[in-house]
Nanobody
Framework: QVPLVESGGGSVQVGGSLRLSCSAP????????LGWFRQVPGKEREGVAA????????YYSDSVKGRFTISIDNAEKTVYLQMNNLNPSDTAMYYC?????????????????????WGTGTLVTISS
């Protein structure tokens, strides 16, 4: 387990934007899979997006493709999730996650099942 600290959550109206940030240890930016997940009470956690810090390959769930963008800033040791055109179905607790093994996001079962460390979450609420 490594420390992952999310920030940037909040409440916005439909159609608005938010940018989530995740501060992570520098060692995760040399070839690890980093990602964002979300969960609504009573539902399973959903993988939202992932990025491989070794080459930049990005992965998105169908529900956010075209609206959300994941990126990393190696200098700031931060993973970002830019969320645009938000709608009420995006309301959830958002978690930053990392696979601490030096593997790609496609390793074994893939990024949705391979994360080994988790942040404590930041709440995103979309109001109509």
């Amino acid at each position: 387990q490594v420390p992952l600290v999310e920030s940037g959550g909040g409440s916005v109206q439909v159609g608005g934007s938010l940018r989530l940030s995740c501060s992570a240890p520098g060692g995760l930016f040399n070839g690890n899979c980093l990602g964002w997940f979300r969960q609504v009470p009573g539902k399973e956690r959903e993988g939202v997006a992932a990025i491989y810090s070794g080459g930049g390959a990005k992965y998105y769930s169908d529900s956010v493709k075209g609206r959300f963008t994941i990126s990393i800033d190696n200098a700031e040791k931060t993973v970002y999730l830019q969320m645009n055109n938000l709608n009420p179905s995006d309301t959830a607790m958002y978690y930053c996650a990392a696979d601490t093994r030096p593997v790609s996001c496609e390793y074994q079962g893939g990024w949705r099942t391979g994360m080994t460390s988790w942040g404590t979450g930041t709440l995103v609420t979309i109001s109509s």
